[in-house]
């Protein structure tokens, strides 16, 4: 089987641990607030029925907030990972 | 029930499958690599892939299967809108960085470059056959039930229709086809 070349021209990347790392803890983070949601969901959902914010419930409050979370997670993944790439491989470059 | 068809509508769908035709065929002369293919050459920017994401995520099967799920089984079913979410955080920070390492534009690409073996390929191609049948299913029903009130054709007609449609999207320019359409 023949298969195709790379999808990607990359050097060699220093910041690959630090990127591993950071997504690693950001996921845990995530996983451990969702794992509130549903446990909140599972063992007492009437709690999912009191209004906590601008006369919403908990249930749209925190279902809502997990998609934000996401997104704002995201970026700073982003922005860390992008900043770290830029430190460490300019210096890579600039040793040479 | 039975629908007529507006000629207004009907207008505008073939309008707008022509013109889909027309920039997959334009993409498709341009796509000759796989990473034309796979990846649209790495040329589209990232706001335009982000929209591109955000438009496959609101598709019919998005609508119409949320929707349907809050609709018969109240609050259980919104709780898919919010699952289905996590699934990208698991891509962003989990899956994305080690496959563009690998140099790899899918997933089953990347267990054949890491394990090599038969058994790896078998269970990712059913498993990619069983996720793409149970999306594709609810998609089609809802491209259909779509049609049917906007043109007046059966049921099963808007299905076959929009499919080969999407086939033929998909098959000729793959990603940039996609992104854009």
Redesign the interface.
């Known amino acids: 089987m023949g ?6 021209d ?1 050097g060699e ?1 220093k910041a ?1 641990g630090f ?2 790392t950071l ?2 803890w ?2 845990l983070l ?1 996983v451990l607030v ?1 794992i509130g ?1 549903i446990w909140i ?1 599972v063992a007492s ?1 009437e709690t ?1 029925e009191v209004k906590v914010f601008a006369g919403q419930n908990l ?1 749209v409050v925190y ?1 809502f907030g ?2 934000a979370l ?1 997104f704002v ?2 970026i700073i ?1 982003d922005i860390l990972c992008t900043n770290k790439e830029d430190e460490l491989n300019e210096k890579e470059d600039s040793d040479k | 029930m039975i629908y007529n068809a507006s000629p207004f509508a009907v207008a505008i769908f073939v309008a707008f499958v022509l013109a889909v035709l027309w920039m997959s065929s334009f993409f498709a002369k341009k796509t000759t690599t796989s990473k034309g293919y796979y990846a649209a050459g790495g040329d589209i920017h990232w706001g335009v892939n982000g929209i591109a994401f955000a438009g496959d995520y609101l598709s019919a099967a998005s609508f119409l299967g949320i929707c349907g799920m809050i609709a018969f089984s109240g609050y259980d079913g919104f709780l898919y809108s919010i699952g289905y979410l996590a699934g990208w955080v698991v891509a962003l920070f989990i899956v994305a960085e080690p496959m563009k390492r690998l140099g790899k534009y899918t997933f089953t690409d990347a267990l054949n470059n890491k394990y090599n073996s038969r058994g790896i390929h078998l269970t990712a191609a059913i498993s990619t056959l069983i996720v793409s049948l149970c999306y594709l299913v609810p998609q089609m029903v809802g491209a259909g039930s779509l049609v049917t009130p906007l043109l007046g054709m059966p049921h099963y007609v808007g299905v076959i229709l929009v499919g080969a449609i999407v086939i033929f999207i998909v098959a000729t320019a793959g990603m940039a086809s996609t992104t854009y359409v």
């Open positions: 298969g195709h070349g790379p999808s990607t990359w990347d690959i990127k591993t997504g690693l950001l996921f995530y969702y949601f969901n959902p999912m249930a279902g997990l998609i996401a997670m995201g993944y």
